[in-house]
C-alpha cells in the first residue's frame, strides 16, 4: 500500500487547487497534517499517539455515556491498585441499554478512579489513571 | 410537547437556537468537539457533552455519539442547525426512531427536496415556476438528449440530480459540446453524489438569486415570510443577502409567495424552509428547496418581526402557527454581510486567535455571533464567525447603517472579510440594487482577485 508520506507535494497542490486550509490523515500510529497559509503548504508534526511507555496513562470515555465503575451484574467496582492486563475492562459506559466497557489500552495497575459511578461523561472525560507494572520495564 | 432540546451544531448558530430555547423555558443541551469545549454556548448550556475530537466525522457528523448524547442527557428534541445534519434524512429518522422530536421536516420531504428532479416535479404539480427543462433524468440516449436540448434552446446546463451548491453542474454552449459534457457531468456525479443521474435545463445568462422563506405547521398550515435577494456570492457561497428582493413588483413577489406556501401544503410540508428562485427579467425559475434553517434567516427576521428560530420550536412542538398570511407584512429592509475568517484578497481561510473583537452597534445593529476576543478559530470547521444584520426603514437607510457599521467593526489577530464588505457596500452598482449572481465574481475578477 502505498504510504501518504510519498505524495506530500501532490497533496499539497490539490489543498492548494482546492483552497482548503487543512488536510489530516490519521492512521494507527501516525498523524499526518498538512497546512495551507495561503502562501505555501506545509507539513505539520501531528499529535502522536500515546506511547505505550508512558510512565502513567489516563484513560478517557470513548463516547458519551453514564459512568459505571462496576458492571450492573457486580457487586464491586476493580480495585485500586489491581494489576489489569490489556483489554480488561475498567468500567462501562451505559447508554439507553447499551453497555459499552472501557478496556485497559495497556497492561497496568489501575490507581485512580476520577468520575464517580453514575456520573454523565462526555467524549474525552478522563476515567483511570492507569502506572506501569511495578517491577517491569517502563 | 418537549421541554428540553439538543442543540446538533456548532457556532454561530448554535448560540442563536440556544437563545431560542432559553427564551422559551426549554432546557438546552449542547453537544461539541474538543475545540469548542470553551465557546460561550457551552458555557450557558444547562447540559455540555463533548461527542468527539475536531474532526466533524468524528464530532458533529457523528450521528452515533449525537444519539448516545441525546439518550444519556434525557434530550427530548434534536435541533440540527444549517449544514451537518440539518438535510440528512436518515439522521432525522434515527432520532425519530429513538422517540425524539427532530426539529425540521420529516424525512420523506427531506428526500423529495435532496433529490432535485423529484423537487421539480413536485414543484411544478403544485404550480411553482421551474427553469424550463424536462422534469425527468435524461437517458443514455444522446438523440433524445440533443431533441430536449434544443427544445429547451441553447445555451443549457446539465445539472447532477443529487447535486446542490453549485456542485455537479456544467453549461454547454451548443450542440456540438453536448454529448462530452453530458459524460463528464455524469461521471463527476456519479464520483461526487453517488448518484448518476443528470437533469438538462435552461441556462440563464444574468440572474439574480431570490428566495422565499415558509413555514408551515403540522395542522396543514403554512404562510410565506417574504423575499431575500443573495446574489452576491463567490464560488456559490453567499457574502451578502438583504430582505426584501429590490426593484421586484410585490405583486409578482406575493404571487410566487402564494405558490410556495401552496406547495407546502401540498407536500404536507413541516416547519420553516426556503425556496430558492433564478430571477431574470423578473421571471421566476425555482432551483432548489433548503429544507432547513438558513444562515440568512435573520434578515426576514428584521423586516417581518417574527422569530423564526423560537416559532420553528413552536411548530415542532406541535402548535399552531401563531400567525396567519395576512397578519405578515414586510417592514422596512434588512442587509446581512457573513463575517469569514478568511483573507480579504485571496479567501484562504484565516485560522487563529482573535485580538480584538470590537463590534458595532445602535439603532438598527444585530451581531449574530459566538466570537469574542480571545476566540481561537479553528481550521476544522467554516471560517463564518458571525453575521452583521441592520436594518432600516428604507433600502437607503440601511444601507447607511450598514456602512457605518462596517466602519465601526474592527476584528484583528486574525484576516477577515471585512475589508471586502467595506468595498461591497460602496459599489455603485450593489447601491443601485438588483446585480445578478456573476456581480460579485466579475468584480473579483477585475481587480485581479480569485
Known sequence: ?138 | MFKSVLIANRGEIALRIQRACRRLGLRTIVVHSEPDREALYVRHADQALCIGPAATAQSYLNQKAILFAAEVSGAEAVHPGYGFLSENAGFAEQVEAAGLTFIGPTAASMRVMGDKIAAKRAMRAAGVPCVPGPDAALTEDLDAVRAAAREIGYPVILKAAGGGGGRGMRVVESEGGLRDALLLTREEARRAFGNSEIYVEKFLGRPRHVEIQVIADTHGDAVWLGSRDCSLQRRHQKVIEEAPAPLIGDARVREIGERCAEACRQIGYRGVGTFEFLVEDDAFYFIEMNTRLQVEHPVTEMTTGIDLVEAQIRVAQGGRLPFRQDDIACHGHAFECRINAEDPDNFVPSPGVIDTWQMPGGPGVRIDSHASAGYRVSSYYDSLLGKLIVHGATRDVALARLQVALDEARIEGIATNLPLHRRLVADPEFIRGGVSIHHLETKLRRSGQP
Not at chain 1, 34 to 58: F, I, K, Q, Y
Not at chain 1, 84 to 104: C, E, H, K
Open chain 1, 1 to 138: 500500500m502505498s504510504n501518504p508520506l510519498d505524495h506530500v507535494d501532490q497533496l499539497g497542490a490539490w489543498l492548494k487547487d482546492a483552497n482548503l486550509a487543512l488536510l489530516e490523515l490519521r492512521g494507527p500510529s501516525a498523524t499526518l497534517r498538512l497546512v495551507n497559509d495561503g502562501a505555501s503548504v506545509r507539513v505539520v508534526e501531528g499529535e502522536e499517539s500515546p506511547s505505550v511507555d508512558a510512565p502513567s496513562m489516563t484513560v478517557r470515555a470513548p463516547s458519551p455515556g453514564i459512568f459505571l465503575d462496576r458492571h450492573p451484574l457486580h457487586e464491586r467496582a476493580i480495585a485500586l491498585v489491581a494489576d489489569v492486563r490489556a483489554g480488561d475492562p475498567l468500567g462501562f459506559l451505559q447508554i439507553g441499554p447499551l453497555l459499552l466497557a472501557v478496556p485497559a489500552p495497556r497492561a497496568g495497575t489501575l490507581t485512580d478512579v476520577l468520575v464517580a459511578h453514575g456520573t454523565i461523561v462526555g467524549y474525552g472525560t478522563p476515567l483511570f489513571v492507569l502506572q506501569p507494572i511495578e517491577g517491569e520495564a517502563s
